[in-house]
């Protein structure tokens, strides 16, 4: 395999990793990434392989959903398949990173400039939604959960796509409030999310 291989691969599987407690059929990871159809197919098959990724219904179809295992979850949280299998092949001091996950400060959103652009998209139509997302940071912050940081970025960084896809949306957004199900109880605040998210 080569370095364009084992990259697309990666976008694969940074989508499952960010977002380990949901689930995504072919065709959700192929719009997020922006890859084919075929292209996510395919970098699926060494991931299987591996074991670090299941069809979360355990089904032959191939369009059901995928979610990441705890090995693969384990795995990228270290590296990923280009460190992996390419830099240490080629000696390359290149730094192939996924992420920087390691690096969230547990008081910080771990990319405030999707929050900011999605605080304001939304602030355009609906203010009181856009409150309510800037209430959710501050609980996420506060539990210094770095799942629950990873999901609300992604949570930010689908809002702001030009047409954000609501199935995609809903399933980091149940991710979301199974790590930190208090929000349930957050009244408004979860009452105006869940209605625009879930």
Known sequence: MNLEEFEKIDQVMTVLWKNKRSVYDIDDIAEITGLTADEVENALDLPLADFYVENAYKSEDTNTPYQI???GYSFFSKTNYVNEHVKSKTGSTGNYTINNF??????????????????????????NIANALEQLKAIVETSKNPEAIELFDSINEEIVKEQPK???????WNGLLNILPHIKTAGEIYGQLHGYLG
């Open 166 to 172: 609501k199935t995609v949306l809903k399933s980091i």
């Open 102 to 127: 390691s690096n969230i400060n547990g008081s910080t959103i771990y990319n405030l400039s999707s929050f900011n652009n999605a605080f304001n998209k939304i602030k355009k139509s609906d203010p």
């Open 69 to 71: 295992t705890d090995k």
